[in-house]
């Protein structure tokens, strides 16, 4: 299983500032198998950003793609946008789940506005923009994504 993981954030893109989010995904991703081919940043630009996906999920190049940033009210928040243009299909059920999981923990997940979905095989999900509560999330979902990504793949 291969996957990649993008923090959606200009000032982090233009920086190119490591973020400690995408380090910690990405050890909890390889603990359970998969082979992280990308970590990076990317500007909040809705059409670059949904550009990234169709061209990884068209290619073939991973399995699963993970987004933090961009995914909360401002006009700039353009991470759900970009992947409800890429995906074929949405899969509400995981951002809806993330949201009811970290609404225990703090009232701005609220404003989260996170999608998940599919594009040919492969699985795209947003994570909220706290790295904090992007690893959470991972964390609670993880092993439902190891499945869809399992199930893909037959």
């Given at each position: 299983m291969k996957a990649a993981?993008?923090?959606?954030d200009t000032g982090m893109y233009k920086a190119k500032a490591e973020s400690a989010s995408a380090a910690a995904m990405k050890r909890m991703l390889v603990q359970v198998g998969f082979e992280v081919k990308a970590v990076g940043a990317l500007p909040q630009e809705k059409a670059l950003v949904s550009s990234v996906l169709r061209k990884l999920a068209d290619?073939?190049?991973v399995d699963l793609i993970l987004t933090t940033g961009a995914c909360g009210y401002r006009a700039s928040d353009c991470a759900p946008d970009a992947l409800a243009e890429a995906a074929d299909r949405?899969?509400?059920g995981i951002p809806e789940a993330v949201r009811a999981y970290m609404i225990r923990y703090s009232k701005k997940a609220l404003l989260d506005r996170s999608?998940?979905?599919i594009?040919?095989?492969t699985l795209i999900v947003n994570l909220p923009d706290s790295a904090k509560a992007a690893k959470e999330g991972l964390e609670y979902i993880l092993p439902e994504l190891v499945q869809i990504v399992e199930t893909m793949k037959i």
């Amino acid at each position: 299983m291969k996957a990649a993981i993008f923090i959606v954030d200009t000032g982090m893109y233009k920086a190119k500032a490591e973020s400690a989010s995408a380090a910690a995904m990405k050890r909890m991703l390889v603990q359970v198998g998969f082979e992280v081919k990308a970590v990076g940043a990317l500007p909040q630009e809705k059409a670059l950003v949904s550009s990234v996906l169709r061209k990884l999920a068209d290619t073939g190049a991973v399995d699963l793609i993970l987004t933090t940033g961009a995914c909360g009210y401002r006009a700039s928040d353009c991470a759900p946008d970009a992947l409800a243009e890429a995906a074929d299909r949405l899969l509400p059920g995981i951002p809806e789940a993330v949201r009811a999981y970290m609404i225990r923990y703090s009232k701005k997940a609220l404003l989260d506005r996170s999608a998940a979905g599919i594009r040919k095989k492969t699985l795209i999900v947003n994570l909220p923009d706290s790295a904090k509560a992007a690893k959470e999330g991972l964390e609670y979902i993880l092993p439902e994504l190891v499945q869809i990504v399992e199930t893909m793949k037959i």
